[in-house]
């Protein structure tokens, strides 16, 4: 599992020129899923998520999370994050997780995130989105599962 984490002032997604996910504060979150994945491993990344200190305190430093500062995340799948070019130069997709198991699994970090009270916004699994965002720092994170979870 990857996710491109970016700390927004604000983010929304549009499918077919309606929008229909938007937030303020928070993160704009791309998420990818591999082979391997699982709920165990949504689990953990969904923790670390809500809980990287990213955000500034009142003295300027990297110290406080989206649970401190009550932000939201818009959730947005891309498989696309599991493409490879090291065979020519169009994109491989095998590494990246079916559509049917990655929806679910992409259902399942969604509703991990709500139980963790945060406010979310999606996009929709599989459909031609357009994203807007306006990156604060800017401040862009990678987790990486793999590198994660032991």
Known sequence: ????????????????????GKISHGFCVFVGFTNGDNEYIVDKMVDKLVNMRVFMDENGKTNLSLKDINGEILSISQFTLYASFKDGRRPSFVDALKPAEASKLYSYFNDSLKR?????????????MKISL???GPFTSILDSKELIK
């Open 134 to 136: 306006i990156n604060d």
């Open 1 to 20: 599992m990857k996710l491109i984490v970016q700390n927004v002032l604000n983010a929304s997604v549009e499918i077919n020129q309606k929008i229909v």
């Open 116 to 128: 963790h009270n945060i406010n979310i916004a999606t996009g929709q699994f599989g459909a031609d």
